[in-house]
């Protein structure tokens, strides 16, 4: 199904948990920095009693678990787990938390589903486009240059046996960035179901796990917001997980163009297609995390493609009038919905 609609030339599909100026009506709402954006929960009216008894603990255990977590995956940490792997110049097995090697699996499957268009290896290829820790470039790598850069990854070069990863590539590094808030938000929807909470939003980034309902009868519903925050559709979530990923925030001016932060893993360079933003649905947002990004990267053909034989809630944006440099100021959309997407939404024209 193609539906078309016109959005300001920001565009990105960020979603918001029942409005982006949560007040009292929308239940207990908490919220913090972390992961370089911001974390969000809203407690549905049916769990207050439980939160409002034991708020300032939950709260507490609430960004402990997010502080390990940035302990274990941070790139910007130099002292995280995933920081000292990366810093290590050894083909040896090195023994990592349970919790990373989670992560680090699904981001392997999804490579190997992908050919390795995604690839969570690419941080040398990253860098060289300016989106690493370094000072952006403004010109492209040279042919050399990038080739060099791809030399030192691929997601084949890791192996994982039990506990212990080891990479054949002993400068090869692993960012696990495009899926850790994924699984963070499904860590803290656990925490809260640990503790007797039913009803919830987690979010961060644009990265949702809702469950129960918003109030008795009343669903969580999740917006597509406009660049100006005003809400384009919304939908009605039930007991699901959400994830974006847009090709339009993230960008760097390259040799006069402006270059979108995904990289193709196969090839080293930024994707070129008329997808401009992915939303999926899952059962977890570790996974709807990862699959987002890897349709971005792997553009819509390849992914409606992919999904003859994958059952999973897609939407997909396209441009309709692609520009060399720049989104139209009022540019035209197309939306397409797979067949499995209302199976988890209801769709809402408020």
Not at 75 to 83: G, M, V
Request: proline share 3%; glycine share 8%; hydrophobic share 40%.
């Amino acid at each position: 199904m193609v539906a078309r609609v016109a959005i300001g030339c920001a565009l990105l599909l960020a979603v918001i948990a029942c409005s982006s100026e949560p007040d009292v009506s929308d239940g207990i709402n908490w919220q913090g920095p972390t992961m370089g954006t911001q974390w969000h929960i809203t407690i549905g009216a049916r769990s207050e009693s439980i939160v409002t008894n034991a708020s300032a603990a939950l709260r507490q255990q609430v960004e402990t678990e997010l502080t390990r977590i940035n302990g274990l995956m941070s790139t910007w940490d130099p002292d995280s787990e995933l920081s000292r792997f990366n810093k290590l110049r050894s083909t040896d097995p090195i023994i990592l938390h349970a919790d990373t090697l989670t992560v680090l699996e699904q981001a392997l499957r999804v490579a190997e589903a992908t050919d390795g268009a995604y690839d969570v290896t690419r941080g040398a290829v990253f860098d060289l486009w300016g989106f690493g820790a370094d000072d952006a470039p403004q010109v492209a790598p040279s042919t050399h240059a990038l080739s060099d850069a791809l030399s030192r990854g691929g997601w084949r070069s890791i192996r994982i046996d039990d506990s212990a990863v080891s990479k054949a590539l002993a400068d090869l590094t692993i960012d696990l960035s495009s899926l850790a808030k994924g699984f963070a938000v499904d860590q803290l929807g656990e925490l809260l179901e640990d503790n007797g909470v039913e009803h919830y939003v987690v979010n961060i980034g644009g990265e949702i796990r809702a469950r129960g309902e918003r109030s008795e009868n009343t669903a969580w519903r999740i917006g597509i917001e406009r660049p100006d925050t005003t809400v384009e559709t919304g939908l009605v979530l039930r007991d699901a997980s959400l994830a974006t990923s847009g090709s339009y925030r993230n960008v760097r001016l390259i040799d006069g163009e402006r270059v979108p932060h995904l990289i193709d893993g196969r090839t080293g360079m930024p994707v070129s297609h008329n997808l401009v933003a992915v939303t999926v649905l899952h059962d977890t947002t570790l996974q709807a995390d990862a699959w987002a990004t890897a349709f971005m990267v792997i553009g819509g053909d390849a992914t409606q493609h992919m999904l003859k034989e994958n059952e999973l809630a897609v939407q997909l944006t396209y441009l309709d009038e692609p520009d060399d440099s720049s989104v139209p100021d009022r540019a035209s959309f197309s939306v397409w919905h797979s067949a499995l997407w209302k199976r988890y939404t209801t769709l809402s024209e408020n």
